[in-house]
């Protein structure tokens, strides 16, 4: 296993953890209707901000989701297989980093989405 340290490795992350996604009963009604071609550059283009400080994503994340109809079992589910993709793939500060702002994303829309 390696560290986070490539556009190339953040692509593996997004990959891997969209595969489990699409595949998972209580997510994948949320992501089968997206055209991928265009939504995974957009997720490994924030993964890359997040996790490598690279410019270039300005979309407001939480905002994105505030009219799905998520409750706090797809929040659960989607921190479970993101934390399970990363532990299976990756090594280092950069594995704490991505699970710490995964929670905060998560968090974070939950409870925007509770206030709505």
Do not use: C
């Not at 489990?20 to 071609?37: A, E, G, I, Q």
């Not at 921190?79 to 500060?93: A, C, H, Q, S, Y």
Request: hydrophobic share 40%; net charge neutral.
């Amino acid at each position: 296993m390696k560290q986070i340290e490539t556009k190339e490795d953040v692509k593996k992350l997004v990959d891997v953890f969209y595969g489990k996604v699409l595949n998972d009963n209580t997510l994948s009604p949320f992501f089968k209707h997206l055209n991928l071609d265009v939504h995974l550059p957009k997720m490994i283009q924030f993964w890359s901000f997040v996790l490598l400080d690279e410019t270039g994503y300005t979309t407001n994340v939480v905002e994105k989701h505030m009219k799905m109809p998520l409750k706090k079992n797809h929040f659960d589910q989607w921190l479970k297989l993101f934390n399970e993709t990363i532990d299976e793939l990756f090594i280092g500060e950069k594995v704490d980093l991505a699970k710490q702002r995964a929670f905060t994303i998560a968090w974070t829309t939950e409870y925007k989405l509770k206030q709505n």
